[in-house]
């Protein structure tokens, strides 16, 4: 997972590129991070393994970047980062358009595998004022929220 620190126009940092912010462990995370040493990319930050809370305050007013190609049922991730402040540019996979069109996370999806689409929405985001996070949209997201709701719908099944 990576995200870059927006530039606000007329704001701190306007015209700066920021630095880049890679969380999470993985097979490709040497590869890379030689990749980066490589081509000399300064402002590249590499941190592992995060929990949530360490990542939140590198994500408020940030662009997260969810480059995979992983058909996952669901990704909490995108919330969590809508919910730290961040706008989200994603390839569309598992639950990413259902999420951008409930209208709670400031959102931009494009086709899998789609490089030049995922790089114009960074760059399209970076350009915009940072989102208004509305916690109470998000809740309905929630794990905990998700859960009570699938335990209402079983009980509902067992009183049939």
């Known amino acids: 997972m990576a995200h870059?620190?927006?530039r606000r126009r007329g704001g701190p940092g306007a015209g700066h590129p920021g630095t880049a912010h890679v969380f999470g462990a993985g097979p490709d995370e040497e590869a890379?991070?030689?990749?980066?040493?490589?081509r000399g990319i300064a402002d590249v930050v590499f941190h592992g393994h995060a929990t949530a809370a360490q990542m939140a305050p590198a994500l408020s007013g940030a662009v997260f970047v969810n480059p995979t190609l992983a058909a996952e049922g669901f990704q909490l991730t995108l919330v969590e980062?809508?919910?730290a402040g961040a706008s989200v540019a994603s390839?569309?996979?598992g639950g990413v358009d259902e999420l951008g069109h409930a209208g709670c996370v400031d959102l931009t999806s494009v086709p899998q595998g789609d490089e030049a689409g995922l790089t114009q929405s960074v760059l399209a985001l970076l350009a915009s004022p940072?989102?208004?996070?509305v916690h109470d949209d998000l809740a309905r997201w929630d794990w905990d929220h998700v859960a009570d709701a699938y335990l209402e719908h079983v009980r509902a099944l067992r009183t049939r």
């Open 91 to 93: 390839y569309a996979v």
């Open 4 to 6: 870059l620190p927006r």
């Open 130 to 133: 940072p989102p208004e996070v």
């Open 32 to 38: 890379a991070q030689r990749e980066v040493t490589t």
């Open 81 to 83: 980062a809508a919910a």
